[in-house]
């Protein structure tokens, strides 16, 4: 249920919010359990989060689930991430009937054949979804993002003087959303790790110790509160 049942009077929405969903290795500690138990609890929280987007009217949720650098940890903890997401997938059909659109965003080329034709089904399942636009990022970098943009700007033949912010921005996986407005990182890393480096030119940004499990509607209120007295310039006065 919404924290509110209709928005405060006058209270900015960001159009689009981005988070880094960080903590749950340290969540799993403190409590001296495995990280995998902290991967668990952190994608219940994921479908919460989600859930109480849609329905307060939200129309795009970026979601950071795994970079291209968390490769480096050990085999059994990225299998255990993987199972996550197929876990996920296989269950997506619940999100469908909440009129959210599911989209993914990253190099998926290295995921297993399985994980890519349920995130295929599970795209072309929501596609006509009016509700939330959620977007998950797996072996997401920004940085590869962009080389790959480039890539492609190439491939396509485009002549330099004709390249511009806009030519990049439409290769990006985000192509035709809007940048994020707000960016939230719990877990006390004042960072971006790698993620949406080109679209948080502008973005606000968010930063709390939670652990991502212990995250709930309530600091997501909080956090559009504080979005709310932001005084957004853009370079003007
Ligand atoms: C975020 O939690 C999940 C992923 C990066 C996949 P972490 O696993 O990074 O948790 P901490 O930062 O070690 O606590
Ligand atoms: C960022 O968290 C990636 C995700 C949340 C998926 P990390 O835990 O990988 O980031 P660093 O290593 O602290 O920068
Ligand atoms: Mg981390």
Redesign the pocket.
């Given at each position: 249920m919404p924290l509110f049942k209709k928005q405060p009077q006058n209270r900015i929405l960001p159009t689009h919010i981005a988070i880094?969903?960080?903590g749950n290795?340290r969540w799993a500690k403190k409590r001296s359990m495995p990280r995998s138990a902290g991967h668990v609890a952190g994608a219940k929280t994921f479908k919460n989060i989600a859930r109480y987007c849609n329905k307060i009217g939200l129309k795009y949720l970026t979601v950071?689930?795994?970079?291209t650098?968390?490769w480096k940890r050990p085999k059994d903890e990225v299998e255990g991430i993987m199972n996550l997401l197929r876990d996920y997938l296989k269950d997506a059909e619940n999100f469908k009937n909440e009129n959210i659109k599911v989209k993914f965003i990253g190099d998926l080329e290295p995921l297993a054949d399985d994980i890519k034709e349920l995130i295929k089904k599970d795209e072309d399942g929501s596609k006509d979804a009016t509700g939330l636009n959620l977007s998950i990022?797996i072996n997401y970098g920004g940085k590869d993002e962009i080389t790959k943009a480039v890539r492609k700007i190439v491939n396509e033949g485009i002549p330099a003087a004709e390249i511009t912010e806009q030519t990049i921005s439409d290769r990006l996986y985000t192509g035709g959303m809007p940048d994020p407005d707000f960016i939230i990182r719990p877990?006390g890393?004042y960072?971006l790790?790698?993620?949406l480096i080109w679209q948080s030119a502008y973005a606000e940004y968010w930063f709390s110790d939670v652990l991502w499990p212990d995250f709930t509607p309530k600091h997501l209120e909080k956090a559009i509160d504080d979005y709310n007295h932001r005084n957004r310039r853009f370079g003007g006065v």
């Open positions: 880094i969903m960080d290795g950071y689930a795994f970079s650098e968390n990022a877990s890393e960072r790790s790698n993620y």
